[in-house]
T-cell receptor
Framework: DTGVSQDPRHKITKRGQNVTFRCDPI?????LYWYRQTLGQGPEFLTY????????KSRLLSDRFSAERPKGSFSTLEIQRTEQGDSAMYLC??????????????FGSGTQLSVL | AQSVTQPDIHITVSEGASLELRCNYS??????LFWYVQSPGQGLQLLLK??????LVQGIKGFEAEFKRSQSSFNLRKPSVHWSDAAEYFC???????????FGTGTRLQVFP
């Protein structure tokens, strides 16, 4: 169990640029989640995948945001035309959905995005 | 509406003192309740969870929490705090079969020697 990996750890970009983050979940986990955390707040759910299928998207996820998990393994989160309000920590988490339901979410260390 | 309230934004305790962090929730269905800890620049680590059964649950690092349905609360406790416990603590609520959790705004714990 190598844990959930996120890359990069930090990203500074100018307003209007596109950015892409990557998440590698724990290998046997079939569910992958993206959360966003702003300063002084708890994480907020953005979207999640079961294997390669994106099952739910939050209303927080505007059209500028897109997430993929093409082979049911790693995932990418892309933000187009970034805005200053997109500055936040983007957290990825994974879990295994088994017969008894989900037991535990494992979080990565996050990608801190700063939009100048 | 589903929500989690952590009324204490910041708590300061002396090392060795007892600790209680408050959490109240509003949830339509039977809630699954969690406490996570986050150190600066790190992801969240699960301390403990309550799904059903005994309302007093034990977690890692000597933490425990008690589910009180009548008060819609799930307070976190530790009898003796260590300096390494200084971190941000988040309470969260969810439903069975999903990790789509709703988090509170967190309580920052500061520990003085």
């Amino acid at each position: 169990d190598t844990g959930v990996s996120q890359d990069p750890r930090h990203k500074i970009t100018k307003r209007g640029q596109n950015v892409t983050f990557r998440c590698d979940p724990i290998s046997e986990h079939n569910r992958l989640y993206w959360y966003r955390q702003t300063l002084g707040q708890g994480p907020e759910f953005l979207t999640y995948f079961q294997n390669e299928a994106q099952l739910e998207k939050s209303r927080l996820l505007s059209d500028r945001f897109s997430a993929e998990r093409p082979k049911g393994s790693f995932s990418t989160l892309e933000i187009q035309r970034t805005e200053q309000g997109d500055s936040a920590m983007y957290l990825c988490a994974s879990s295994f959905l088994g017969g008894t339901g989900v037991e535990k979410l494992f979080f990565g260390s996050g990608t801190q995005l700063s939009v100048l | 509406a589903q929500s989690v309230t952590q009324p204490d934004i910041h708590i300061t305790v002396s090392e060795g003192a007892s600790l209680e962090l408050r959490c109240n929730y509003s949830y339509g269905a039977t809630p699954y309740l969690f406490w996570y800890v986050q150190s600066p620049g790190q992801g969240l680590q699960l301390l403990l969870k309550y799904f059903s059964g005994d309302t007093l649950v034990q977690g890692i690092k000597g933490f425990e929490a008690e589910f009180k349905r009548s008060q819609s609360s799930f307070n976190l406790r530790k009898p003796s705090v260590h300096w390494s416990d200084a971190a941000e603590y988040f309470c969260a609520v969810g439903a069975r079969g999903t990790d789509k959790l709703i988090f509170g705004t967190g309580t920052r714990l500061q520990v003085f020697p």
